[in-house]
């Protein structure tokens, strides 16, 4: 019986007797796609069978197996394999665990990671006095920065799960529902943020960094192609540049009616 995978093409071939195991599931050894069983009459498949392939487990996400949130071990495996692995931490993720622990994970450890990255420009700015006030005042404003840090971080990636998955949608993209469009996004976030542990130059360096995770991480939870997860991640791309475009304009058009009250009266 031959067995083949979607992914990245691999091809196995089970002894007989694993014919009975047919109802199991069987991951790739290589990218741990869940693997289908190929068309017998396929003559193709079967001289392509590279090696007698046993059943194969599921290899679990670390944080998803965690003692508690404060399992830095697991946080540290995790957010390595997002990193350096996402295409094989991603399709081993748990899609029908709910948002809990994505949630937990981005919270805690992303939050973290967007503290550090504020810090180090907060020294910056006081550093080269870029920023105005005295230190009380710098501290005040750097300790509500990390009140509200996590509430930003949760709500931002919501929204942009929300019209990422929307586009999916309209793309017939989804094989998943939206929970996993957010965890994919969560977890990407959360492991990106430890970035910022690299002063100032980790703050330029994670958003292209996400944005690949991101890509690469929707394409296997959805099992999509990687065109249709392109146009999903352009449209908040493009709806944040109008907005920030438009705030530009608007402070632009203010100061240019402020310029000409201010002749208009000296005349």
Not at 65 to 76: E, H, K, P, Q
Request: charge should be positive; glycine fraction near 6%.
């Amino acid at each position: 019986m031959v067995i083949r995978c979607s992914n990245c093409k691999f091809t196995g071939a089970l002894r007989e007797r694993s014919r009975l195991a047919a109802d199991r599931t069987f991951y790739c050894p290589r990218c741990q796609t869940p693997m289908s069983f190929a068309d017998q009459q396929d003559p193709t498949a079967a001289s392509g069978a590279e090696a007698e392939l046993r059943p194969q487990p599921h290899h679990q996400v670390d944080w998803e197996a965690r003692t508690s949130w404060l399992d830095l071990i697991a946080f540290w495996r995790t957010s390595k394999n997002i990193l350096f692995h996402p295409a094989v931490t991603f399709t081993a993720l748990n899609y029908d665990a709910g948002v809990h622990s994505s949630i937990v994970y981005l919270l805690v450890y992303g939050s973290l990671g967007q503290i550090i990255g504020r810090y180090w420009f907060t020294l910056l700015g006081i550093r080269y006095g870029i920023l105005a006030g005295n230190a009380l005042d710098n501290t005040i404003h750097f300790g509500v920065a990390v009140l509200l840090t996590p509430i930003v971080l949760l709500a931002s990636i919501f929204v942009v799960a929300c019209l990422v998955h929307l586009v999916l949608r309209i793309l017939h993209a989804t094989r998943r529902p939206f929970i996993a469009t957010f965890q994919v996004m969560a977890y990407a976030s959360g492991a990106i943020s430890l970035v910022n542990v690299i002063p100032i130059v980790g703050r330029f360096i994670m958003p292209i960094w996400a944005l690949f995770l991101y890509f690469v991480g929707l394409a296997k939870a959805h099992q999509t192609s990687k065109t249709k997860v392109f146009f999903a991640l352009l449209l908040p791309l493009v709806l944040a540049g109008l907005f920030i475009t438009g705030i530009v304009l608007l402070y632009i058009v203010m100061h240019v009616l402020d310029f000409l009250e201010a002749i208009r009266q000296t005349l």
